[in-house]
């Protein structure tokens, strides 16, 4: 194969690794669990898991996957097909119905993954000649969903109504207000009553995304939503099975015409394979534990505070917790590489965040917790970030 066409990628890849932004994949040989198995030339290496967004720990809960392997005797590990044309099976259906319940919404309907749920959720309720406006800060998926909107797009400064105020004011066609409730690398809550305050003056719908949200935050769980007060103005909340509930696909849950609309023109819902039974199941039975053990938010939510005071007293910011992220504020990307290195040599993983994913000169470590760390597992990451950071100094 001729490779001419290619060529420029050795320069690209080049500056890449000048600018300590090139990454690589990490292979681990064990479950997504608390600790885990990390392949390397030198043989297995044991580390503490800080990077996993399965807050709860449910990905290896034993409950859950037995709710997958029944699922998949029953009906299979993939369903075939889009679920308008031969996809949709029984799992599905009851999983949207405790998810609506769950919420407390409507309606609600299964994408394949959360990213797609967003892609279909903005892309269907606005585009060209319509406003939205977006956090400055907002997922990737987000940024992406808009642009393809072929709508307007207005991007306003991190959590600040005043200035999405005014970017809605004069915003021409139907308006659209979109942020992450917790943001997913600083940790931080969106402003959603005053959000939706502006978005009432201007007549614009509310989407939340949710992700790192659900599950962890507000009361039972149900998310930024709940926690602050606005279930009732939000219109659609986006939210994944990834994470807290420990399966995969995502899902968007609102009124009853609202799912009604994405079911007949969200494309990444009508032409995406439906996610399998197996998936699916997991996530059900997980959802039945978040009801069932609330002391797992409060795990997560107190491991990640002691982190977070750790953190500070060796010298370094962090904001308070409000779910289950710690962002370590460091700065230059090598000192955020240098100080992932240390941790490592330590058998901590906890991994340094670089732009594009956070704005440059931001390079961070982001820690999150899990419910199934123990207080011993958080002992010794206190030791480690102490040690690490340190040195990093």
Same mark, same amino acid.
């Given at each position: 194969?001729?490779?001419?066409?290619?060529?420029?990628?050795?320069?690209?890849?080049?500056?890449?690794?000048?600018?300590?932004?090139?990454?690589?994949?990490?292979?681990?040989?064990?479950?997504?669990?608390?600790?885990?198995?990390?392949?390397?030339?030198?043989?297995?290496?044991?580390?503490?898991?800080?990077?996993?967004?399965?807050?709860?720990?449910?990905?290896?809960?034993?409950?859950?996957?037995?709710?997958?392997?029944?699922?998949?005797?029953?009906?299979?590990?993939?369903?075939?097909?889009?679920?308008?044309?031969?996809?949709?099976?029984?799992?599905?259906?009851?999983?949207?119905?405790?998810?609506?319940?769950?919420?407390?919404?409507?309606?609600?309907?299964?994408?394949?993954?959360?990213?797609?749920?967003?892609?279909?959720?903005?892309?269907?309720?606005?585009?060209?000649?319509?406003?939205?406006?977006?956090?400055?800060?907002?997922?990737?998926?987000?940024?992406?969903?808009?642009?393809?909107?072929?709508?307007?797009?207005?991007?306003?400064?991190?959590?600040?109504?005043?200035?999405?105020?005014?970017?809605?004011?004069?915003?021409?066609?139907?308006?659209?207000?979109?942020?992450?409730?917790?943001?997913?690398?600083?940790?931080?809550?969106?402003?959603?009553?005053?959000?939706?305050?502006?978005?009432?003056?201007?007549?614009?719908?509310?989407?939340?995304?949710?992700?790192?949200?659900?599950?962890?935050?507000?009361?039972?769980?149900?998310?930024?939503?709940?926690?602050?007060?606005?279930?009732?103005?939000?219109?659609?909340?986006?939210?994944?099975?990834?994470?807290?509930?420990?399966?995969?696909?995502?899902?968007?849950?609102?009124?009853?015409?609202?799912?009604?609309?994405?079911?007949?023109?969200?494309?990444?819902?009508?032409?995406?394979?439906?996610?399998?039974?197996?998936?699916?199941?997991?996530?059900?039975?997980?959802?039945?534990?978040?009801?069932?053990?609330?002391?797992?938010?409060?795990?997560?939510?107190?491991?990640?505070?002691?982190?977070?005071?750790?953190?500070?007293?060796?010298?370094?910011? +962090?904001?308070?917790?409000?779910?289950?992220?710690?962002?370590?504020?460091?700065?230059?990307?090598?000192?955020?590489?240098?100080?992932?290195?240390?941790?490592?040599?330590?058998?901590?993983?906890?991994?340094?965040?670089?732009?594009? +994913?956070?704005?440059?000169?931001?390079?961070?470590?982001?820690?999150?917790?899990?419910?199934?760390?123990?207080?011993?597992?958080?002992?010794?990451?206190?030791?480690?970030?102490?040690?690490?950071?340190?040195?990093?100094?």
């Amino acid at each position: 194969m001729s490779t001419g066409a290619l060529s420029w990628l050795d320069d690209a890849l080049a500056a890449l690794h000048a600018d300590d932004r090139h990454r690589r994949v990490r292979h681990h040989a064990s479950a997504a669990g608390p600790w885990l198995e990390l392949e390397t030339p030198e043989g297995p290496h044991r580390v503490l898991h800080l990077c996993s967004n399965g807050y709860l720990g449910l990905a290896t809960d034993q409950r859950v996957i037995d709710a997958a392997v029944v699922a998949a005797a029953r009906w299979g590990t993939g369903t075939g097909s889009a679920r308008l044309i031969s996809g949709a099976q029984r799992p599905h259906r009851e999983l949207e119905e405790a998810l609506a319940a769950f919420k407390r919404v409507e309606a609600t309907r299964l994408f394949s993954s959360g990213y797609l749920a967003n892609l279909g959720v903005v892309t269907a309720l606005v585009g060209r000649g319509d406003t939205v406006v977006s956090d400055e800060l907002n997922h990737a998926s987000i940024i992406d969903a808009c642009r393809l909107s072929g709508a307007e797009v207005r991007v306003y400064r991190h959590a600040d109504p005043e200035h999405a105020d005014a970017m809605l004011a004069d915003g021409p066609g139907r308006r659209l207000l979109i942020t992450d409730g917790v943001f997913s690398m600083d940790g931080d809550l969106a402003p959603l009553p005053a959000l939706c305050d502006v978005a009432e003056r201007h007549g614009a719908a509310v989407v939340v995304d949710d992700a790192h949200g659900s599950g962890v935050v507000g009361p039972g769980g149900r998310g930024t939503v709940a926690e602050l007060g606005c279930e009732g103005r939000v219109h659609a909340i986006v939210a994944t099975l990834s994470k807290a509930l420990g399966s995969t696909g995502g899902y968007v849950a609102g009124s009853a015409r609202l799912v009604d609309w994405l079911t007949n023109r969200a494309r990444g819902f009508v032409f995406d394979t439906a996610v399998g039974a197996p998936a699916v199941a997991a996530a059900h039975a997980a959802l039945e534990v978040v009801r069932e053990e609330p002391e797992r938010r409060a795990r997560v939510l107190g491991h990640a505070r002691r982190l977070a005071d750790a953190v500070r007293a060796a010298g370094w910011p +962090t904001p308070e917790p409000r779910a289950g992220i710690v962002p370590v504020m460091i700065g230059a990307n090598a000192a955020a590489m240098a100080a992932m290195e240390h941790l490592l040599a330590r058998d901590v993983l906890a991994v340094a965040i670089r732009p594009p +994913t956070v704005p440059p000169g931001t390079a961070r470590l982001r820690a999150t917790v899990m419910a199934t760390h123990t207080d011993a597992d958080l002992d010794h990451a206190v030791d480690a970030f102490g040690a690490a950071l340190a040195v990093t100094a």
